[in-house]
């Protein structure tokens, strides 16, 4: 005979005690639930895959900090959806910075252009910026890193990092 089925609450509770196994079980239970808030917002499947395994990831921490005011499924609709959002501001910041790219790449690639700029005459000019903003695109840019994973390593905040990036492009308008 198996085993009464565990209400969410319960698992709740375990998980909150440290119960690895009540939080397979929780995930396992509410990820389809996960799964068709996502797809409803995005209407792509790998981004709602994408988002689901980023709110199971979440949840490992979060759930302790759910505190029963509200019906669960209410509060990881919202959990869910706060990590949508994230996806979509993501998304965003990538084609600002991938049109940011088109634009130094059609300044190289104009025809009229006397001093045809290359790729590495570029990234020359952005050695030359102040510190921190030459420091903000070499990791955006460059290597490639979220503005948030900039900001953590050059100690700032996420909005000084967009900052020192749109100051960048003002100096790299004037010297290109």
């Not at 499924?73 to 979509?88: E, I, K, M």
Request: aromatic share 8%; net charge neutral.
């Amino acid at each position: 005979m198996s085993e009464p089925s565990d209400t969410t609450e319960n698992l709740i509770k375990r998980v909150k005690a440290g119960d690895a196994q009540a939080f397979e079980r929780l995930i396992s239970e509410h990820y389809r639930f996960i799964y068709k808030t996502a797809f409803r917002w995005l209407g792509h499947k790998s981004d709602a895959e994408d988002v689901t395994q980023s709110v199971c990831m979440r949840l490992a921490d979060a759930v302790t900090r759910f505190d029963g005011r509200s019906k669960f499924t209410s509060w990881l609709y919202s959990v869910t959806l706060n990590a949508v959002r994230d996806l979509q501001r993501s998304r965003e910041r990538q084609g600002k910075q991938i049109e940011t790219v088109a634009t130094l790449a059609r300044v190289e690639s104009d025809p009229d252009q006397e001093d045809q700029l290359r790729v590495d005459d570029i990234w020359r000019i952005v050695r030359r910026l102040p510190d921190k903003q030459r420091d903000a695109v070499m990791l955006v840019y460059g290597e490639q890193l979220s503005q948030a994973e900039a900001a953590v390593i050059m100690g700032c905040k996420e909005v000084t990092v967009s900052w020192h990036i749109h100051n960048a492009r003002k100096s790299l308008k004037d010297l290109l």
